[in-house]
């Protein structure tokens, strides 16, 4: 496998560690900094593309964030080609599928699924926890009962091209405890978030997580609050990449608290990627994206290092954008 290097764009970084991103301390970066006046939807990767379809489809027609959020990211998990999301995810290293997910809306009300086996559409099961119990969180075994006394669609994974690649992955790692690398082939996730035409903000994320993670591992993906977080009277956020390394900063809440206090949208995604930098001596590998949006419509993306893209669709159109970034690989 080849190594990849990395070089470090010059970013220096003031008392707040707040620089804005220009040609200066980013060669390649761009800023995308922009505002909305109507619904808007952003979620993370190229597979935002179609996942936005289904939340704009939602919205057009006059329909809550909240519900765009759940059918948006269901077309991901519903999409067999994709390899960290849904039915088509690829296992842990003892061959198990095990799904991430959650949801939350702007008035703090929130759901959320980890760990959760054989069901198809886990952003659902975890809207129905937030709806239906008294808790936030349901995982495991405890999450796949209540997913089958709701009726939730079960399905078979992993399915049978993954399961192919499964067994060659253990044929090729006998040692499995080792790192594994992180890149667009083996680690991506559908975060969400969006507005609708009454303002009010929702989110939605969910995964099968780091491929052959250890067994029981969770990510951030259904944490509140470091995959995702959503407080009407500021904003959204929600977060992809190293799992790890965005719980250990509550990456999203962080990014909403940030806003809170007057950093704009991009400028708080891109202190919480410096604040990921700034407590980690290993960055080989540590890739971790935000997208956030205010209660204004102002919307912005941040990346630590360069490639990730996510989709942002809006009265005008659907298009995938470069997040700007600190460091190239
Ligand atoms: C996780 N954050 O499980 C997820 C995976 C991801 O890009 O977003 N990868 O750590």
């Known amino acids: 496998m080849k190594r990849r290097q990395f070089i470090r764009f010059g970013a220096v970084v003031g008392a707040l560690g707040l620089v804005k991103p220009s040609k200066a301390t980013n060669i390649m970066a761009q800023s995308f900094e922009g505002k909305t006046n109507g619904p808007l939807v952003l979620s993370t990767w190229n597979h935002g593309l179609a996942a936005n379809e289904g939340a704009w489809a939602v919205l057009q027609k006059g329909g809550t964030a909240l519900d765009a959020v759940e059918k948006g990211v269901m077309v991901t998990e519903a999409d067999l080609t994709n ?34 086996e054989g069901i198809a559409h886990p952003v659902s099961v975890a809207r129905a926890v937030m ?94 609050g470091a995959g995702l977080f959503v407080d009407q009277e500021v904003g959204a956020a929600t977060a992809t990449g190293l799992g790890e390394a965005i719980i250990r900063i509550a990456g999203s809440h962080t990014v909403v608290e940030l806003m809170r206090h007057g950093f704009s949208p991009q400028e708080a995604c891109k202190e919480a990627c410096m604040r990921i930098i700034r407590k980690h001596n290993d960055l080989s590998g540590l890739q971790c994206g935000f997208l956030a949006i205010d209660k204004d419509g102002n919307y912005g993306a941040y990346s630590i290092y360069a490639g990730f893209n996510f989709a942002k669709h809006d009265a005008q159109k659907n298009e995938l954008i470069d997040a700007p970034f600190d460091r190239n690989w």
């Open 83 to 116: 390899r960290s999301v849904g039915v088509g995810g690829r296992p842990d290293r003892e061959g198990h599928v095990t799904l991430d997910a959650c949801i939350m809306s702007g008035d703090a009300r929130c759901g959320s699924v980890a760990f959760l």
């Open 131 to 224: 709806e239906k119990t008294q808790h936030v969180m349901l995982v495991g075994a405890g999450a796949k009962k209540f997913a089958l006394d709701y009726g939730f669609q079960q399905a078979k994974m992993p399915i049978d091209e993954v399961k192919k690649d499964y067994e060659q992955w253990r044929k090729e790692n006998k040692d499995l405890f080792k790192k594994p690398e992180i890149n667009h082939e083996n680690h991506d996730t559908i975060g969400m978030i969006a507005m609708d035409a009454n303002g009010q903000l929702a989110g939605a994320c969910t995964t099968s997580g780091w491929a052959y993670k250890m067994h029981g591992r969770v990510g951030d993906s259904p944490i509140i």
